[in-house]
């Protein structure tokens, strides 16, 4: 199991192999990563996203979502990296990995962590466009996609 | 009692700070905003409508009738837009 919350990029594709390889207890590795994407912000286009975070709840939200999905459906291991600070359209904000001994366990796994970090991890993203800045509001059906877990 | 009370996003815009010592007898959460409110201008808005103010207590979610005895750090933000 391990938790990264970081400014620097990271590589999804050598993260995902890296998580995949060498496994002998799973048959399921299911490995998410959500990007920024070019939505319209103040002036037009999308010039890039500021992440802010609360460092120490970050890490311990996180934490504890990750023992209570391993728990949940028995997973082998997790995988889970956040970024913060200024992200380019385009760049991985953050990715999932999961891995369980059957596939069902592994896409509910991460599923219940994609949903669990849009709302209850400490992150605010801010919109950075060519004539101003918004912070983007929580969406209702965020939090009530919580509802189903 | 002697309070570390963080905020974050557009509170911590509209207070001017991201963090300060708040000495304080507040009983609740409910309580402590209703003193920082009357901080001044800033923090008058900051909470004007605490229905898009979330609080955390030592680093846990919290609601606003919690009680604030033995906590050292509350901290104050919009509903969170991760993942």
């Known amino acids: ?149 | 009692m002697t309070l570390e009370v963080l905020y974050f996003v557009w509170l911590r815009e509209r207070v001017g700070t991201g963090r300060e010592t708040v000495e304080t007898g507040a009983a609740t959460v409910a309580d402590l905003v209703a003193e920082l409110r009357a901080r001044g201008e800033g923090h008058a808005a900051a909470f004007a409508d605490t229905r898009a103010v979330r609080v955390a207590l030592d680093q846990e979610l919290a609601g606003f009738d919690a009680p604030l005895e033995g906590v050292r750090e509350v901290a104050f933000f919009p509903p969170m837009t991760g993942g």
């Open chain 1, 1 to 149: 199991m391990a938790v990264r919350v970081q400014a620097a990029p990271f590589d999804f594709g050598a993260e995902c192999g890296a998580f995949a390889a060498g496994r002998r207890d799973a048959g399921a590795v299911v490995t998410f990563a959500g990007v920024v994407r070019d939505d319209p912000a103040p002036g037009g286009a999308l010039v890039a996203l500021e992440i802010e975070h609360y460092p120490g709840m970050t890490e311990r939200a996180i934490a504890a979502m990750v023992a209570e999905a391993t728990a949940r459906w028995g997973l082998c291991d997790c995988l889970v990296i956040h970024r913060h600070g200024r992200l380019a359209v385009g760049e991985a904000i953050m990715m999932v990995a999961t891995a369980a001994p059957h596939r069902a366990d592994a896409f509910a796994a991460a599923e219940f962590l994609m949903d669990y970090l849009k709302s209850r991890a400490p992150f605010w993203k801010k919109e950075i466009g060519a004539e101003g800045t918004a912070w983007v509001a929580a969406r209702a059906e965020d939090e009530a996609a919580l509802d189903r877990w």
